[in-house]
């Protein structure tokens, strides 16, 4: 007679075979590491913060005065933390374009997709940039959600790998009107021409990149992708040309100050696997004419075409940014809460994103935020609050 032990092992091994999926890279999100950045940024923080196990500034001596100095030369970033994934093989596109909403067959090798992955009843397991470099070879570029392992479960059986690069690789990103020319004077490749949301393999500094025409900060911007062990070297000489065109290091603090003024959510801030892509304002990127993708089904419902709530934008009156949490309020009732809080350095007027009751987001609906021990008097407006057409990021 088999004892429990054995009859378990048994189970397993009939049921799903062994070993039951190929073995991983074991990895740890935890503890607190230097960039490879640290030696040129991190260490100048005057305030520092922990983004996936990265420790990097929020900003360096004066939050406000790099903002500007970002908006009128450039502003160059350590974003070392967002999760790179590989996702390679012969199976890649095909496996790819089941996993993200948009297709990936209509983009052409060197370019890159917005684009968000859904979990199968239809709430969003993250957003990222998408680099295609051919039909075999794709990173995803995202933050802090769980798109390494809905990726590596859905992988299993199909002749794809799927690698995080999380501890290999260092990105910077070089944001503002002179960021083209800053970066073109230490670039192998001529960059003069790289289209919006395309990517180019070259030299940065005499160091192998890959440099896309990407950025959080809804200007004209790069981000450039380096190995770990050349990172401060690539960093540094960068560094040295933006400094010397009157541009600025910049913590994460800008970045979230010029993202809110945009309109461009975040993870885990605005929006997470509780919501779906029509609650967020991704429902442009839905392809459900291009065949099977995950969450298809449960997104063609009509309850998820029609969500209870929806993120809409706030003008709020006087100079008190409001905070992620605060309540928002119809005749003294909540209909929602503030996701994100700013006082734009641009605008001069506090603005917030927040997730409504789509019968308070229209447009000139008027509100209150509960901040602080405050009633404060606010207007649902449309995003982006800032250069509404894109127009900077395109020049």
């Known amino acids: 007679m088999l004892g429990n032990a054995a009859i378990k092992e048994y189970s397993f091994k009939t049921t799903v075979g062994v070993p039951p999926y190929a073995a991983g890279e074991l990895k740890f999100r935890k503890g607190i590491k230097q960039t490879a950045f640290h030696g040129v940024i991190g260490s100048k923080g005057a305030l520092l913060k922990v983004h996936n196990t990265f420790l990097k500034p929020f900003f360096i001596e004066d939050l406000i005065g790099e903002y500007w100095q970002m908006r009128k ?11 790179i994934i590989e996702i390679a093989g012969p199976d890649a596109l095909g496996f790819m374009n089941e996993m993200v909403t948009r297709d990936l067959r209509k983009a052409v090798d060197g370019q890159c997709l917005y684009g968000i992955m859904c979990y199968d009843y239809g709430g969003i397991v993250e957003d990222a940039v998408i680099v295609r470099f051919s039909a075999e070879r794709f990173w995803w570029v995202g933050g802090l959600g ?15 790998t799927v690698r995080s690069l ?11 009107p002179r960021s083209r020319d800053i970066l073109q004077s230490v670039c192998g490749s001529d960059i003069t021409g790289l289209p919006f949301y395309h990517s180019v393999e070259t030299d940065v500094c005499g160091v192998p990149c890959v440099v ?11 981000e450039i992708i380096v190995d770990q062990e050349k990172g401060e070297g690539v960093f540094g000489g960068i560094w040295e040309k933006c400094a010397a065109a009157g541009g600025a290091l910049c913590g994460s ?4 100050l010029r993202r809110v003024e945009a309109g461009l959510i975040d993870f885990s801030t605005d929006f997470d696997w509780h919501h779906t892509p029509h ?12 065949g099977f993708f995950h969450g298809r089904d449960a997104l063609a419902t009509q309850e998820a075409r029609n969500p209870a709530s929806k993120l809409a934008g706030l003008r709020l009156a006087g100079q008190q940014s409001p905070l992620k949490g605060d309540a928002v309020l119809v005749d003294g009732v909540s209909v929602g809460e503030v996701t994100s809080g700013i006082v734009s350095p ?13 019968k308070a987001t229209g447009i000139g609906q008027k ?13 649902v407006v449309a995003m982006p609050f800032l250069d509404p057409e894109r127009k900077l990021s395109k020049v």
């Open 212 to 222: 896309t025409r990407t950025g959080y900060t809804a200007e004209l911007g790069f």
């Open 367 to 379: 509100v209150e935020v509960a901040s602080q021990g405050q009633k404060i008097p606010a207007e």
């Open 279 to 290: 609650q967020v304002g991704f429902g442009w990127m839905l392809n459900m004419n291009k």
């Open 253 to 256: 603090g800008v970045m979230d």
């Open 166 to 176: 999380l501890d290999r690789k260092a990105l910077a990103s070089i944001q503002g």
């Open 73 to 83: 030369v450039a502003g160059l970033f350590d974003v070392t933390g967002e999760e």
């Open 146 to 160: 769980y798109s390494e392992q809905w990726l590596y479960a859905n992988s299993l059986g199909r002749n794809v």
């Open 346 to 358: 641009t605008l001069q007027v506090p603005l917030a994103i927040a997730l409504l009751a789509v």
